[in-house]
């Protein structure tokens, strides 16, 4: 059995493992591999937008656990025009748009442009997740000329180039006008200019600024004809062929992608290999982010779900691990995923830790390989505080003290000693911040209950009235339910409930004395009262 598990027995390590051969048959240098993911610069970034980054870094780190260097880039496509504006961000782009990103003004005043704000944000989010990574940037690729010789290349071929777009995608324009696209030096929109030739002695692209179409919009040229300089930021090639030159530009070997581009990396892998001569670089394809009316996540209709959202009720890891456990199927995101998935943290670890035992080698081997991939294939973490228990606490916590008093009880179920541990902390500030922004503070409901169970609940309220700790309450917790003909699996999960607003938590007799027997018989005489 063991012979199956490639590395740490994940799909990371086959990819990998897949990788290292192909470049082997290719006979191409392994001094130094290279990976790649995009940084979203056209709008507010999601959490689609981070698993880029995330899967190429933790491909990376298998090719270093496998004894081979490698790095991962992580470019952003600042040349790219705005195409829409996104939900909610102000009106005034209105007058921007079809120019590119990065030669627009930051509309919040804190960057130098719009796309170095977008770009910006995401990342701040790899930075927190611990991620590595070299910044690229289109501008700058172009202003500095390398993009030049596989720019020439492609335009001398742009017909051959043009039929091959068309035989793949079914867009035509290409096979009438070049795969580029000059700024306008008269309007500044990049979208609008039609390429018309191109000079090999001048090295510049002739073009008239025509207008376009998009997203059944219109928008007019303004009618100028100038000459773009392919050795500057003047324009971009189109997508169906600038992935090519700059994975030939770049030499990376591993990008991922979403199959809402699937048909522009076909083509790419064709430019890049027949044309330019170069191997395309080993792709995943991974199927889209949804939000929980099962749309696509998207940056222009403004039900983005920020790595920033994630972070502030969930670790980097619960992030990571989320994004690495399957790449294929659509997955639903909602705040709901980062409590489930902070949940599930703690489950593998208490498999990694051997506290659940596991027969099977090749899941115990992928269960510990994603947790190590997860901490970025440093030490796990094992504080042995449930985050489950932590937000229990933080549902019964006093508003204004919660930190206090969940270290308190902590403390007094011997999690922690007197000096709460950094992670430990970290767990107790998710949990609050959940609870008090997105439970919104006990926001309990009515629990059904019958007569029986009301009479019980009735008979725990004066047994509780002068309980002097934990220990006593919980016994007499289970003197009612017996006295009454209940079963505690039955009326436990009605208390957890009424208290917490969910069906489970600590120790009932310790949360009753914690939370305090007034506020919690008043408690208990509300619900019976509402139910009556």
Not at 214 to 231: F, L, P, S, T, V
Not at 383 to 402: D, F, K, M, Q, W
């Amino acid at each position: 059995m063991d012979r199956d598990i490639i590395g740490r027995g994940t799909w990371i390590d086959k990819v990998s493992s897949d990788l290292i051969e192909k470049e082997k048959k290719l006979d191409r240098s392994l001094d130094l591999i290279v990976t790649e993911s995009g940084l979203g610069a056209s709008g507010i970034p999601h959490v689609g937008s981070i698993a880029d980054a995330i899967r190429s870094y933790a491909v990376t780190l298998a090719l270093r656990d496998m004894g081979y260097s490698s790095k991962t880039i992580a470019f952003s496509d600042d040349m790219d025009g705005l195409r829409k504006i996104p939900t909610g961000l102000p009106s005034t782009l209105e007058r921007h748009l079809l120019k590119p990103v990065s030669m627009i003004p930051d509309p919040f005043s804190c960057h130098e442009s719009y796309a170095a704000h977008m770009s910006g944000l995401l990342i701040e989010a790899l930075d927190e997740c611990d991620i590595e990574y070299e910044i690229g940037s289109g501008r700058e690729i172009y202003e500095s000329g390398k993009m030049a010789p596989f720019i020439e290349k492609i335009l001398i071929e742009w017909e051959r180039v043009g039929k091959k777009i068309e035989e793949l995608t079914g867009q035509e324009k290409f096979t009438i006008m070049l795969p580029y696209f000059a700024i306008c030096s008269r309007c500044g929109r990049i979208y609008t200019t039609h390429a018309l030739s191109y000079d090999k002695k001048t090295k510049k692209v002739r073009y008239i600024c025509r207008g376009t179409e998009i997203r059944d919009k219109k928008y007019k040229g303004c009618g100028h004809q100038g000459e773009a300089d392919i050795r500057r930021a003047n324009g971009k090639l189109n997508w169906k062929a600038e992935f090519a030159a700059r994975w030939a530009l770049l030499d990376i070997r591993f990008e991922a992608y979403g199959k809402d581009i699937a048909d522009s990396v076909e083509v790419n892998d064709w430019v890049s290999r027949e044309v330019l001569g170069f191997e395309p670089p080993m792709h995943v394809r991974y199927e889209m982010f949804l939000d929980v009316m099962g749309r696509k996540i998207s940056k222009s209709i403004g039900n983005v779900f920020t790595p920033q959202i994630w972070l502030r009720y969930g670790s980097p890891e619960s992030l990571i691990l989320y994004m690495l456990k399957r790449f294929r199927g659509t997955r639903r995101t909602s705040l709901e995923t980062v409590k489930k998935t902070m949940l599930e943290l703690d489950h593998l670890k208490d498999m990694y830790f051997g506290r659940v035992k596991i027969d099977n080698l090749m899941k115990l081997a992928k269960t510990r390989g994603l947790l190590e991939y997860a901490y970025r294939l440093a030490s796990v973490e094992d504080v042995g505080t449930p985050y489950g228990l932590v937000l229990n606490l933080a549902v019964a916590s006093p508003e204004g003290s919660e930190f206090e008093f969940i270290a308190s009880r902590l403390r007094a179920y011997g999690y922690v000693e007197e000096e709460v541990p950094t992670e430990v902390e970290k767990k107790i500030v998710y949990a609050v911040n959940w609870v008090t922004e997105v439970e919104k503070r006990l926001k309990r409901a009515w629990v059904e209950t019958t007569d029986k169970e009301k009479e019980a609940l009735k008979d725990l309220i004066e047994k509780i009235s002068d309980a002097p700790n934990g220990d006593y309450i919980q016994n007499k917790v289970f003197e009612v339910v017996h006295r009454h003909g209940l079963k505690t699996r039955e009326f436990f999960p009605i208390l957890y409930e009424m208290l917490l607003g969910r069906g489970q938590g600590p120790r009932i007799g310790p949360l009753i004395m914690d939370m305090g027997p007034g506020n919690v018989s008043k408690i208990l005489r509300t619900q019976i009262e509402a139910t009556a």
